[in-house]
């Protein structure tokens, strides 16, 4: 099958089984041929066969060691079928907002406690190596916050028996998430307990090359991480939004327009987002901007091949694997 064929009818067509989900995944992770996950022997393993065999099941002639494709992977130790964890991948890389463990339960015919660990062990196959070189050029740096309960009402009155300053302001509940956003290129998000100069320059210092052009809005916090970085600001109180200086664009549009599809997605998608998840959507939203040019099926290739060499962080943050 051509890559550019992926999409939800061929995926739904041809992956209308287990083996040939299987064999589609061993050709996606082994293009040359299968690999021992063991000891990384290639050419020297065999397939079992035979009627009491697990099918897919190989054997390493070099540690003597039985493997099958999902050793090492996101989906070892599932019990969900391949085809069902193919077709979750592509509608989590296919949506611009994600898909709630709610519908996916609804659509792949899982319960919603599996959809909820495919979910999450898929954002996680999304996330990002560290970089290997950082952002450079101009970058745009923004701060949103996102989650909590949403007040309709905001009261200025202070109720009996309770002081002015312990009412709950508008941030109240909500996690503040600090994005980098190479214009043109590529965006990295961080969560973060409080947007404070001291959390955001190891932020600065991992991702933003020294001699970048940075851009944020009229917040005074990133200016002590910055250090000599050069440095501009669009004044949004004033109602300035680009302003040209120099042959530079001065404006945080880019970040901001990420932020838009973020919120759309944690607000109107998962509704609730709890903190110690916060970082595996942040990696699902990165994921999909760094790949907006892809074609949906290229995209969802693209988190497929992340779904190997991830599975142990994985037990560690959600803990154990259905
Ligand atoms: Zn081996």
């Known amino acids: ?95 611009k907002k994600g898909m709630s463990a709610h519908q996916l339960h609804r659509m792949l015919k899982v319960t919603y406690r599996s959809a909820w660990f495919m979910a999450h ?25 996102v989650g909590g309960k949403r007040r309709y009402s905001q009261s200025t009155q202070v109720r009996p028996g309770q002081r002015g ?5 508008p941030f109240a509940g909500k996690q503040a998430v600090v994005s980098v956003l190479q214009r043109g290129g590529r965006v990295q998000s ?27 809005d009229s917040s005074t916090v990133l200016m002590g991480a910055l250090m000599a970085r050069k440095h501009d600001q669009v004044n949004h109180a004033a109602k300035e939004y680009v302003r040209h200086e120099n042959g530079a664009v001065i404006t945080t549009n880019s970040v901001e327009g990420y932020f838009a599809t973020l919120k759309r997605g944690i607000n109107g998608v998962y509704h609730h987002v709890g903190k110690q998840h916060l970082r595996r959507y942040l990696s ?35 803990g154990r694997v259905q």
């Open 190 to 216: 961080t969560h973060v307990q409080r947007v404070t100069a001291e959390n955001l320059k190891p932020v600065v210092d991992q991702m933003i090359a020294e001699d970048a052009h940075v851009i944020t």
């Open 1 to 95: 099958m051509e890559t550019n064929e992926l999409n939800l009818i061929t995926l739904a067509q041809h992956f209308s089984d287990e083996d040939k989900a299987r064999e589609f995944l061993e050709k996606l992770r082994w293009p040359d041929g299968p690999a021992c996950p063991h000891c990384g022997e290639i050419g020297n393993v065999y397939k079992l066969q035979g009627e009491s065999t697990r099918k897919g099941l190989y054997k390493c002639a070099g540690c003597r060691k039985p493997f099958t494709v999902t050793v090492g992977t996101i989906f070892e130790d599932s019990h969900i079928p391949l085809n069902k964890w193919l077709l979750a991948y592509h509608l989590l890389c296919a949506s």
């Open 284 to 318: 699902e939203f990165d994921f999909r901007y760094n790949s907006r040019k892809e074609k949906d099926g290229d995209r969802t290739l693209l988190a497929m091949k992340g779904a190997s060499g991830k599975r142990l962080m994985l037990k560690d943050s959600i």
């Open 121 to 145: 062990r898929i954002r996680h196959s999304m996330s990002q190596e560290p970089l290997r070189s950082m952002l450079s050029g101009v970058i745009e740096v923004d701060e949103t916050y």
């Open 165 to 169: 300053q312990d009412r709950p302001g």
